[in-house]
């Protein structure tokens, strides 16, 4: 997986960008450094990246306002570091769309692990997606599992981040049953990943507002102490 893909770390400290992106390219990357926001769209200009590694806490534009920038439809997948490693900010980083979140200083090791867990869990593996023309319809909405695209009744297409289409696919894979936390983590995550209180929660709150609309009623369900259910029939094909 490593040959030829491209990370992107922006970071405002030249001593920690230049020793990331070292271990990076030790381990098989291609890396592209960057110190701040404009050096950060400079290099996106020239190569679009596979992945970025986004400091938080940078002078001028720090990173959670770089990351709001970003389409979410079309960014790569993005793994936060910050000083400031509370759950809260952590919670603030998912919410933005960040696909992973880490403390600094970061074990490069870790950071290693995070990189190829959010890589590995950006598409599905070959022998489990469904053949085109497989579409999930609910309430009128159409989901393209393969194309990784969403349509509302009006038939707009709705822009999701990869951790809240994989969230969607899991709940509407399973409909009418409750979907415990640790489940959707996974089917979010990977089993690899980080986890902690309150992500999916937040995830859920975000897909809610995504799916609302004025002729849909409200197709997740809190059950409370157990998990969520997806309260829509849904069909295939």
Known sequence: MDLNTHILVVDDDPGIRELTGRFLEGHGFRVTLAENGPAMRAAMAIAQPDLIVLDVMMPGEDGLTILRTLDPATRPPVIMMSVIGT????????????????????????????????????????????????DWTFEGWRMDPVARDLHDPDGANVSLTDGEFRLLLALVE??????TRDFLLEAMRGHDADQFDRAIDVQISRLRKRLAHDRTPDLIRTVRNEGYMFTAPVKRG
Do not use: F, Q, W
């Open 174 to 179: 399973h409909p009418r049953r409750v979907l």
């Open 87 to 134: 759950d809260v900010d952590r919670i603030i980083g998912l919410e933005m769309g960040a696909d992973d979140y880490l403390p600094k200083p970061a074990n490069p090791r870790e950071l290693l692990a995070r990189i190829r867990t959010v890589l590995r869990r950006r598409a599905p593996p070959p022998a489990t997606r469904p053949e085109r023309g497989a």
